[in-house]
């Protein structure tokens, strides 16, 4: 991919530029997240994580309350709020300039973090499905939206997920939730392909395989490959020994167009990002 169709996003009246990729860091206040290495659940953890993030290169933290892990344990909306509190009152303190996004599928943590915390992002693994009054909360609070794919929920989606037709279904779900976020007036949408959610190892290695036809809908699309199943089942390693396959399809997706790494190694990915667009200069 030789060159980027400018992209951007409305961060509170500031443009981010997603023609040059992006890294979103990950900082989970979960105790049962699938990679230990994001954790982050005292108010020095949280700073100390964050920092590192920083330095490394990340352009927006992702910061997530709700273990989305297959099996995860379900909690209430309370807890999963003030896990999010908790990490906010610290991030917004000690790095007032850096963007941040919050992981959730609760349209009314969304607008709390958003109303309170002033939160630039919502990322929302059901792509709406987990609560219908979400579509509506984001496009009223006029936030970027990440839209992802998934079928089910975190507790159920890797029970012999079946599609009679992978790649089209996956377009369709998409093109009918752009639709609707459109009709609400939603203006900044990025797409999630959902890479681990509800799908076996063949169907993400498929979808990677078709990553580049996501341009169709002439939005910014993320890539959340970082240390996932379809990295350390493949090679038979941990998820903690995933860093080089990783990279590896950091490398293949940015080569397809992703806008935005999301990720549990910054440097790592800057990395990716740096050679990548060495590479695209020629």
Same mark, same amino acid.
């Given at each position: %991919?030789?060159?980027?169709?400018?992209?951007?996003?409305?961060?509170?009246?500031?443009?981010?530029?997603?023609?040059?990729?992006?890294?979103?860091?990950?900082?989970?206040?979960?105790?049962?997240?699938?990679?230990?290495?994001?954790?982050?659940?005292?108010?020095?953890?949280?700073?100390?994580?964050?920092?590192?993030?920083?330095?490394?290169?990340?352009?927006?933290?992702?910061?997530?309350?709700?273990?989305?892990?297959?099996?995860?344990?379900?909690?209430?909306?309370?807890?999963?709020?003030? /896990?999010?509190?908790?990490?906010?009152?610290?991030?917004?303190?000690?790095?007032?300039?850096?963007?941040?996004?919050?992981?959730?599928?609760?349209?009314?943590?969304?607008?709390?973090?958003?109303?309170?915390?002033?939160?630039?992002?919502?990322?929302?693994?059901?792509?709406?499905?987990?609560?219908?009054?979400?579509?509506?909360?984001?496009?009223?609070?006029?936030?970027?939206?990440?839209? %992802?794919?998934?079928?089910?929920?975190?507790?159920?989606?890797?029970?012999?997920?079946?599609?009679?037709?992978?790649?089209?279904?996956?377009?369709?779900?998409?093109?009918? /939730?752009?639709?609707?976020?459109?009709?609400?007036?939603?203006?900044?949408?990025?797409?999630?392909?959902?890479?681990?959610?509800?799908?076996?190892?063949?169907?993400?290695?498929?979808?990677?395989?078709?990553?580049?036809?996501?341009? %169709?809908?002439?939005?910014?699309?993320?890539?959340?490959?970082?240390?996932?199943?379809?990295?350390?089942?493949?090679?038979?390693?941990?998820?903690?020994?995933?860093?080089?396959?990783?990279?590896?399809?950091?490398?293949?997706?940015?080569?397809?167009?992703?806008?935005?790494? /999301?990720?549990?190694?910054?440097?790592?990915?800057?990395?990716?990002?740096?050679?990548?667009?060495?590479?695209?200069?020629?």
């Amino acid at each position: %991919m030789k060159s980027r169709t400018p992209q951007f996003i409305n961060l509170k009246g500031k443009l981010m530029d997603l023609s040059v990729p992006r890294i979103m860091g990950i900082v989970n206040v979960t105790p049962d997240s699938f990679f230990d290495g994001s954790r982050a659940q005292t108010e020095e953890e949280i700073l100390q994580r964050t920092k590192t993030l920083i330095a490394q290169g990340t352009d927006i933290i992702d910061l997530g309350a709700y273990s989305s892990r297959p099996g995860a344990d379900d909690i209430s909306s309370d807890e999963e709020m003030r /896990r999010l509190s908790t990490a906010l009152e610290v991030i917004r303190k000690n790095f007032p300039d850096i963007p941040v996004s919050v992981d959730t599928f609760r349209a009314d943590v969304a607008e709390r973090c958003v109303l309170e915390y002033e939160v630039d992002i919502i990322n929302d693994i059901s792509g709406g499905e987990g609560d219908e009054k979400m579509f509506e909360t984001v496009a009223r609070l006029q936030v970027p939206y990440i839209l %992802m794919h998934m079928k089910g929920t975190p507790q159920t989606m890797q029970k012999s997920p079946t599609y009679d037709n992978f790649i089209e279904e996956v377009f369709i779900y998409f093109a009918k /939730r752009i639709d609707q976020l459109r009709q609400l007036g939603a203006k900044d949408i990025i797409l999630d392909p959902g890479f681990g959610f509800a799908k076996t190892l063949a169907h993400n290695y498929e979808l990677m395989a078709h990553m580049e036809e996501f341009a %169709m809908f002439g939005l910014p699309v993320l890539a959340g490959v970082s240390r996932k199943s379809m990295i350390y089942r493949l090679l038979d390693i941990t998820p903690q020994e995933s860093l080089n396959g990783t990279s590896v399809l950091h490398t293949i997706a940015l080569t397809k167009g992703a806008g935005i790494l /999301r990720v549990h190694d910054a440097r790592e990915a800057a990395e990716c990002i740096r050679i990548v667009s060495e590479l695209n200069k020629y």
